[in-house]
């Protein structure tokens, strides 16, 4: 059985919310009145509602950057790495996401001390950025070369707002994600931001990598049906479902959040 989760969150089942920024400059919802301050007012605000709710990681994620870009600019990178490094908890571990530039947050990670990275490191898609090609072994060697390989890699391998191109089945993914391209964690999202993925879809990727590395629920987390997701799932990312009305662009809920984690112990509580 893999450790991963246990050594890094000190729990079994972690919960991994996520701390979405507003959009950031040069992308078309940036609010230039609100500036890099009131974004990093409003991460702060989120941060702290999610640590005193009992959150057992986070995850800072450019999620207001509609529409995704394959490449971060260099703006983006820069007021992330100044918001994380001001924000980010110092008694629990945090991780960095880039939507979608696997570059990105391997830089940040390295430069804020984050844990783990998530992204889209493999596979070929039709998505709603175009063709979508991706280069993992640039991506691993790019991390060894700046001093980072401490930073776990988790492998969303059915990606938001994208279809694969190609009939391999989820299991397979996650094995040859595993075994080929040296993932720490596989993850499995639904097929936007805050939906829910078939839970068969969970059960092949554990299928696939056994007990060696850990399969996390990526989206769709809710109260309703987050004990049905646990008893497959090793650990759940979780965002939309933390905010005010349950809308991913909105400012957390700390009444969510406490409704959340309390579901989540009374699973934890039956294993």
């Avoid at 947050?105 to 984050?114: K, N, Q, V, Y």
């Avoid at 650990?235 to 991913?248: A, E, F, M, N």
Wanted: some cysteine; overall charge neutral.
């Amino acid at each position: 059985m893999s450790h991963l989760l246990q050594e890094l969150f000190g729990v079994e089942k972690p919960v991994i919310a996520m701390a979405h920024f507003p959009p950031l400059p040069n992308t078309p919802l940036y609010n230039e009145k609100q500036r890099v301050t009131g974004i990093l007012e409003a991460v702060a605000s989120d941060v702290k509602k999610l640590v005193d709710g009992g959150v057992d990681g986070l995850l800072f994620c450019n999620e207001g950057d509609r529409p995704y870009s394959l490449k971060a600019d260099f703006e983006a990178i820069a007021v992330m790495t100044r918001v994380i490094t001001e924000v980010a908890p110092k008694d629990r571990p945090f991780g960095v996401d880039f939507l979608w530039d696997p570059k990105a947050p391997l830089a940040i990670a390295m430069a804020t001390g984050a844990a783990f990275v998530r992204e889209v490191f493999t596979g070929v898609y039709d998505s709603d950025m175009g063709l979508w090609n991706t280069d993992v072994a640039s991506m691993l060697r790019y991390r060894r070369h700046i001093g980072a390989s401490q930073v776990k890699v988790f492998y969303n391998v059915t990606p938001e707002f994208a279809s694969p191109l190609g009939n391999r089945p989820v299991s397979m993914l996650a094995r040859s994600a595993m075994v080929s391209s040296l993932a720490d964690a596989i993850l499995v999202s639904g097929p936007m931001a805050g939906s829910e993925p078939n839970l068969e879809l969970l059960r092949e990727a554990k299928a696939g990598v056994g007990d060696q590395i850990p399969v996390i629920l990526n989206t769709g987390a809710r109260v309703d049906n987050i004990r049905q997701f646990l008893q497959v799932a090793d650990g759940v990312i979780v965002g939309s479902s933390l905010k005010v009305d349950g809308y991913t662009w909105n400012p957390v809920d700390a009444e969510r959040v406490k409704a959340f984690m309390d579901a989540v112990r009374s699973v934890r509580k039956t294993r």
